[in-house]
């Protein structure tokens, strides 16, 4: 792998994983420690990264990385205003924290966040990147693919993010049958440990799923009844965005 795809790889990584050791880094990408070290040195020089205080050595994005990874607000302009006051019903009808992601080939990438107005134990960062098996927007993006292109998923290795992350392929076939049938995906904990999400897709023009939009809480307030009960409003929100989307001349994702 050359230097430079190497250095973008460790930053995709850390932005999900953050902070986090040279050690868990080297064995979460499955290369030598020596080599990430390497690159955390170069990234860190650059200014991208920068170690984050506490006992042990752990390092994080800087304000720089963050502050770039935001720029894509820019290209997902139209998307953004379409969507912000669809979310901020949902927050209010929540009061979690409502995501909205962009599909970028099998990963999900944070581009909005409206944090809720009860506390929360766990921060996403813009640009924080997730494969589409482990969230609930992912699993509902999945659940949206033509055959072929779930098929094409589901013959790839699907990595487990948690201990509860649905990785069997004929398990997540089962799971995403049940996603068509209510319109909406529950996640408990399949992305990040002790966190429930519900997430619907937004679809394209074209029918495909380009985005979702979910909300994410805390495993104690967000329970599997509550989820079911929140998962229509969710379902809703999305469908909202996706006609907004649909009524503009162009179609904003088209890239």
Do not use: C
């Not at 770039?68 to 019903?89: F, K, N, W, Y």
């Not at 960062?125 to 494969?131: F, H, K, L, Q, R």
């Not at 805390?218 to 989307?245: M, N, Q, Y």
């Amino acid at each position: 792998m050359r230097p430079v795809e190497l250095a973008f790889k460790v930053i995709e990584k850390l932005s999900t994983h953050q902070p986090v050791g040279v050690s868990e880094l080297a064995r979460l990408m499955e290369i030598p420690k020596s080599t990430v070290q390497r690159v955390l040195v170069s990234l860190q020089q650059t200014g991208w990264i920068e170690p984050s205080a506490g006992d042990r050595p752990v390092w994080r994005l800087t304000i720089r990385a963050l502050v770039a990874s935001g720029q894509t607000s820019v290209h997902h302009g139209p998307l953004r205003a379409i969507a912000l006051g669809v979310m901020e019903d949902l927050r209010r009808h929540s009061e979690e924290t409502v995501l909205l992601t962009r599909r970028f080939q099998d990963m999900l990438v944070l581009v909005e966040r409206l944090d809720g107005i009860r506390p929360v134990r766990y921060f996403f960062p813009y640009g924080a990147v997730s494969p589409l098996h482990s969230t609930a927007t992912g699993q509902a993006m999945l659940a949206a693919l033509p055959a072929g292109d779930l098929d094409a998923y589901l013959d790839h290795a699907m990595m487990a993010v948690t201990g509860r992350t649905v990785t069997d392929p004929a398990m997540l076939r089962e799971v995403l049958e049940k996603v068509r049938t209510r319109g909406f995906a529950v996640n408990l904990g399949g992305n990040t440990a002790d966190v429930h999400a519900v997430g619907a897709a937004i679809i394209a023009r074209d029918g495909m799923p380009i985005a979702g939009v979910s909300v994410s809480a805390p495993a104690e307030r967000l329970h599997k009844a509550t989820a079911s009960l929140l998962g229509p409003v969710v379902a809703d929100a999305a469908r909202r965005i996706s006609l907004g989307l649909a009524a503009e001349s162009t179609s904003p994702l088209d890239d």
